[in-house]
């Protein structure tokens, strides 16, 4: 005996058919007179279901492929910027086009992070992320010349006047 059962995750109705003589599925014995015109009922909207599934799927896999697209061109222009580690100064980008002003690298000789500035490269410079390597120009009656020393005497400065309007105390 065959059996067909029309899924509701699919588009069916739930019910189920058979080739045999079962008075309740069964399409023997005449049961092909009441059972054959919605069982076709059912091929058609599970069919349906697969035709819009399979729309939704196309529509997905295109929209990926437009993320894909998108995403290979942010790739090719931030490797177009960056240029990665380089033993020489390049003189062309990574796909071998001219170099974009800002294009920059990292000299793996000089160990430094140079620039392309239109013309020539330039060696990158950073601020010092520490104090220590800060200097401060004496000024406003500050005589101090590192960050230190310049807190610690507008520190003073401050605790000095805060106990001047204390009145006079």
Same mark, same amino acid.
């Not at 170099?99 to 239109?118: D, F």
């Given at each position: 005996?065959?059996?067909?059962?029309?899924?509701?995750?699919?588009?069916?109705?739930? &019910?189920?058919?058979?080739?045999?003589?079962?008075?309740?599925?069964?399409?023997?014995?005449?049961?092909?007179?009441?059972?054959?015109?919605?069982?076709?009922?059912?091929?058609?909207?599970?069919?349906?279901?697969?035709?819009?599934?399979? $729309?939704?799927?196309?529509?997905?896999?295109?929209?990926?492929?437009?993320?894909?697209?998108? $995403?290979?061109?942010? *790739?090719?222009?931030?490797?177009?910027? @960056?240029?990665?580690?380089?033993?020489?100064?390049?003189?062309?980008?990574?796909?071998?086009?001219?170099?974009?002003?800002?294009?920059? *690298?990292?000299?793996?000789? &000089?160990?430094?992070?140079?620039? @392309?500035?239109?013309?020539?490269?330039?060696?990158?410079?950073?601020?010092?992320?520490?104090?220590?390597?800060?200097?401060?120009?004496?000024?406003?009656?500050?005589?101090?010349?590192?960050?230190?020393?310049?807190?610690?005497?507008? &520190?003073?400065?401050?605790?000095?006047?805060?106990?001047?309007?204390?009145?006079?105390?």
């Amino acid at each position: 005996m065959a059996s067909v059962t029309f899924s509701v995750s699919v588009g069916g109705d739930g &019910s189920t058919v058979t080739d045999d003589a079962n008075a309740t599925t069964g399409l023997g014995n005449g049961g092909h007179r009441t059972r054959f015109v919605p069982s076709l009922a059912q091929v058609v909207a599970v069919a349906s279901q697969m035709v819009a599934t399979a $729309t939704t799927v196309a529509s997905q896999a295109s929209q990926v492929s437009l993320d894909a697209a998108a $995403t290979a061109l942010a *790739y090719d222009q931030f490797d177009d910027r @960056w240029l990665g580690a380089k033993a020489a100064n390049p003189t062309l980008d990574n796909d071998g086009n001219a170099l974009l002003t800002g294009a920059a *690298y990292w000299n793996t000789v &000089s160990n430094q992070i140079r620039i @392309w500035t239109g013309s020539a490269w330039v060696v990158q410079t950073f601020i010092p992320t520490a104090a220590s390597g800060v200097t401060v120009a004496a000024d406003a009656g500050v005589t101090a010349t590192d960050v230190q020393s310049a807190i610690e005497e507008l &520190s003073a400065s401050a605790n000095l006047f805060a106990f001047s309007n204390l009145g006079g105390f």
